[in-house]
Structures are given as structure tokens and as C-alpha cells.
């Protein structure tokens, strides 16, 4: 009966774990040091994240089987996958972690991509809140009958 | 005497098909950052039946006199079918907002159009039950 209510709330969750994400990227802008491997530090790589309809649930595998159509539920993000877009080199040399050359690699985070992916996420989270508050309202109406 | 006449089984499967709506525009609206995900569509079964009668082999009752007249299988409710050629955007998705939103605006408005047409139904009926009082 609520469904339609939790194919929305799944996509909320996910909407706001990609914002979670993209508060990471801005935040570590300029971390040098994310990770320490064989003695020397690595910055922050982009993070994204990986968005998929949700499907595996029995129900829906149950009604494919039985060849009758079925509404998949909600999206899921499937994974978190780092950007492997090369590290800005910027000349530095005063920079504690800067190489023998004087230049210091720091995170491939581009404020524009985050910016861009931040409205689109915010948008999307707007959206679904629509749809939450339509099927709620629904639901109450159906309380209605027979009054 | 059948006090529920039709209208209220009519009004019921009007309801499950404005349900089934409300579901797949949710599942569209939250999927609309999904890469190659394609948007879904309810017809209604007046739309199947007359997509299914343009390729007549589906259609085959079985027919045991000469007198019987061929008719359709009695199967109602909806069928949701994917549109799969269409791509609204770079990722492959199909999800078009605006035409969800206005699906969901319309689907609302004719949901609370059959609650109220059920609700009627039975203020009538409560009234001839009541003998007008």
C-alpha cells in the first residue's frame, strides 16, 4: 500500500547521499593528504556516485517470473566510485608535501563540476518531495470515502 | 437486488489504475539521475485492447458454435510498458521532469475526482437506505 511512498523515500535517501558526497569533494578541495601509501601521501580523489534502479526485491522477481509487469522500487546507489582524472600539479614549493621540482598534486576536485552536480542533486530531492507530499495526499483521500 | 450496480467495481479498477500511476511517475521521478534508466508509462487497458487488436492474433476466443461472437479476453487492469527508444539526456536516461510533474498533477486531480464520485455513490445510497431522511 505504501509503495508508492517508499519508491520516493529510496530516491530522497539516495539524492541526499549524493549531496553527502559532493559536501566531501568541496570540503577536501584542497587536501593533500587523503591516504598515506609507501611512505607517501596521496590528496583526495573525486568521489561520484553510482545511481541504479532498485529490482532485486523478491516481490519484483517473483512477478517477472510470473511474466506480469511490475513496477521495479525506487533507486539505490550502487556504488561510491572515485574520479580517475589526473591530480592538478600547482606550483608551490613551500608546500610541505611539494616534490623535488617544487610542484604539489592536489585533489582533481573542480568546484564548477560540484556546484553543477549540487543544483541538479537539490533539484532532484525537490522533485521527489512532490511526489512524496502528491502520494501522501492521496493516501489521506482515500480515507475520505465513504464520509 | 443488487444494491452496488457497476459503478462502484468500475470505480474501484478507475482507482487501481490511478494507484498503479502514482507509482510508476514516483518510480520515474526517482530515478531521474539514473544512467540508461527509461522511463515507464501505465495505459490504461483501453489503449492495450486497442493496440492488441491491431495484431489480431492475440485475440482468439474459443469459439464452440457458429452463433458465438468472438470477444476479447476479459483482462482488465493495466499494463505498464517502457519506453525504450527515447533519450532525454547524455546518460542514456528517458526521464522527462516536466511531463512526470503535470502526469502526477493530473493523476492527483483525477484520483480525488474518483474518491469523490465513490463517495457520492454511497451518500446515495446511504439516502435511499435512510428513505430520504
Redesign the interface.
Known amino acids: 500500500m505504501f ?2 511512498l517508499n ?2 523515500s ?2 530522497l535517501t ?2 541526499r547521499l ?1 549531496m553527502d558526497v559532493i559536501s566531501s569533494n568541496v570540503a577536501n578541495i584542497d587536501s593533500t593528504r587523503a591516504e598515506y601509501v609507501n611512505g607517501n601521501w596521496v590528496p583526495y580523489r573525486r568521489k561520484m556516485v553510482v ?3 532498485k529490482g532485486e526485491q523478491f516481490s519484483t522477481l517473483l512477478n517477472k517470473a510470473m511474466n506480469k ?7 539505490k546507489v550502487s556504488r561510491i566510485v572515485e574520479d580517475e582524472t589526473p591530480y592538478k600539479l600547482v606550483f608551490n614549493p613551500e608546500h610541505p608535501d611539494a616534490n623535488e621540482n617544487g610542484y604539489v598534486q592536489m585533489p582533481n576536485v573542480d568546484p564548477l563540476k560540484e556546484m553543477v552536480d549540487l543544483i ?2 537539490t533539484r ?1 530531492y525537490e ?2 518531495v ?2 512524496f507530499n ?2 501522501k ?2 493516501l489521506v ?2 480515507l ?4 | 437486488m443488487k444494491i452496488f450496480s457497476n459503478t462502484i467495481s468500475i470505480l474501484d479498477q478507475a482507482l487501481d489504475y490511478s494507484t498503479t500511476k502514482q507509482k510508476v511517475i514516483s518510480q520515474n521521478i526517482a530515478n531521474v539521475d539514473t544512467p540508461n534508466y527509461k522511463a515507464q508509462e501505465v495505459l490504461p487497458f483501453k489503449t492495450v485492447l486497442k493496440n492488441e487488436l491491431k495484431n489480431t492474433k492475440h485475440l482468439s476466443a474459443q469459439i464452440t458454435n457458429n452463433k458465438h461472437i468472438p470477444f476479447p479476453p476479459s483482462e482488465n487492469g493495466t499494463v505498464t510498458i517502457v519506453k525504450n527508444n527515447i533519450q532525454y539526456n547524455e546518460s542514456g536516461n528517458s526521464v522527462d521532469v516536466d511531463q512526470e510533474m503535470t502526469k502526477l498533477a493530473e493523476n492527483q486531480i483525477y484520483y480525488n475526482a474518483l474518491i469523490d464520485r465513490i463517495s457520492g455513490k454511497f451518500q446515495t445510497l446511504q439516502s435511499v437506505i435512510k428513505g430520504g431522511k
Open positions: 509503495s508508492g519508491i520516493t529510496s530516491a539516495a539524492q549524493r545511481l541504479e534502479p509487469d511490475t513496477v521495479t522500487s525506487g533507486v541538479s542533486a532532484s522533485a521527489n512532490t511526489v502528491a502520494s495526499s492521496m483521500k482515500a475520505d470515502i465513504g464520509k
